[in-house]
């Protein structure tokens, strides 16, 4: 059962395999010891053949006929997660959507601890959200080296995005969740995500528009 | 030059379509005609071969050699995305992520109106978000019915999402955005997309320690 290392997969089998986690979680709780590819597969609506897929990529976790053990399984899809550590993650913009991940409870539990919001608006500096401190912008770049943050979430105007992603960057994170819709050019060993949520809308007008009138299927 | 109708692909190409359709504005913005697989993969940090690939399922839009015809790919990925015609949106839930939804302003710039807020807190109903009234979650069955609402996006916390779901989805509701962080079970004739926000930040902690000591590699 040793873990295999193959080089080669698609980026939504990390989606994926978070789904798989928060699945085997549960059936944790309910003090359940085993769960077959087809049992978790119908629990998320995914394919069976998709999840044997997905965990062959990082080793033999399943005995055929005999399914998954949860805990065995859970134990390491946490450490091939990078979840078997805390992670300590900036906000920058204490606006609505700032905000509302400072309010994200579920990033606790997973081991993101928000340190900080960032933000240039007197009338907030000072405040908190959740219990978290609104601190000024200008006082970024020595919070981040003394607190040795590596985790930053941008949701400041798209305007803003590329500067405050090149100060975060300059002091010393290597992992940005970007809100801002705009596209940050960022140095090659800088880890970036964008959460764009008006293509989600634009993928269910596209689903919409398919099922009314268009042929085209979609396997996932 | 017709429009071929190929019948599997990933779910994936659906989302990359918005970021040609993104990129390709841009460019017209800009007064640039015509446009390479290449430059376009280039900008998007994309491979070229993914852009040709992901097209192809749709139609032949590039000439070898030629390029695509800005406009002209414009105007057919516009159609493909079902974005050639407008959107009557409802937010329910009127807290953080809510309230980020309505600020939203690229949703209105792509025909998505967020017609009303729903949320059951006196204290909020009668108020405005960026011009959008919050109204009683009681009424949200008739406000659907009345302005025939299709698509919907669920901001209310987890324990509260599935009767959410159920009550839109008997209002009229077929296409749901769900940002509460858990599945809701819908009938399959709903199409329904969720929006986990920390399965990003494990994405990113797995990208951390992945490029620290383990050998597991991504194709995208």
Known sequence: MARRKKYKFPKTTIERLSYYFRALEDLSKRGIDTVSSEALGGKLNIKSSQIRKDLSYFGDFGKRGMGYDVKYLLKELKYILGLDREWSVVIVGAG???AAMANYDSFEKRGFNIAAIFDNDEKKIGKEINGTPILPYDNIDDFVKQNK???AIIAVPAAAAQAVADKLVESGVTAILNFAPVAVQLDE???CLSVDLTTKLE???????YSQDKLWKIYS
């Open 203 to 209: 993928a269910l007008a596209y689903y919409m528009s």
């Open 189 to 191: 060993n800088v880890r």
């Open 149 to 151: 943050i590596e985790m």
């Open 96 to 98: 609505h959507i700032g």
